[in-house]
Every structure is written in C-alpha cells, then in structure tokens.
C-alpha cells in the first residue's frame, strides 16, 4: 500500500493504543502502526462491512477496532509473518485475517487450543 510521504508515521516506541488508531477518508479505511514493523496496518470499510454486517460509519470502525483491538493487531503479525512482508512495508487485513484471530481468541476464552 502506497502512502504519502508524511502520512501515518508511526511512533518510535513500541507503546501503540487504540487513541494511534485513526480513520483515513482518502482510502476509506482505518489505519494503525505495526512499530514492531515499522509500518502501517490499514483496514477498508469493506472489511468493517463483513465484520459487522452493515454499512459502518467511521465511528463504528474505530469502536469495534477499540473493542477488539488486541485480535487486530494479532491479525496483523500474523500476516506480517505467513506472508513474510518485509520491514517498513505497509499492509492491510481482510475480514477473513481479524476474524481469524477473533475466533482464536473465542476458543481460547472458552479453553479450547486453536
């Protein structure tokens, strides 16, 4: 994903919160930093629209990103990794890789291995 210069930096810490999280009119998405991949995670409404089975406003993409915030950012490590994408290179998820982790992290909960 291409991305102006300046756009979306993401912190030097490893310190990321859901309040890192933004929405990003110009690509209909959300977008959130991976600084352990010095990159940036982007999710299209598309994906939000499958996740929550309607046609959601921005806001409702950042509060069921908030909700769930720990299965996105699972999400997006593990794509980082089964698709080894390089450093410094951006990505984004599908409903199908949140739901994924959303499922695991359900099975876990109820104490049963993915």
Known sequence: ???????????????????????????ASLVFPVPEHRAICAVHRGAFR???GTDPTADACLA???????AFKAAARAKIE???????????????????KLLEAD???????P
Do not use: Y
Not at 1 to 27: E, F, K, L, Y
């Open 50 to 52: 499958t996740l929550l």
């Open 64 to 70: 069921h990103f908030r909700r769930f915030e720990q």
């Open 1 to 27: 994903m291409n991305s102006p210069p300046d756009a979306d930096r993401a912190p030097a810490g490893d310190r990321t919160s859901s309040c890192d999280a933004h929405w990003r009119a110009d690509i």
């Open 107 to 113: 099975q876990i909960e109820c104490g049963e291995r």
């Open 82 to 100: 089964r698709k080894r994408i390089p450093p410094r290179t951006n990505l984004h998820l599908t409903s199908r890789d949140i739901t994924r």
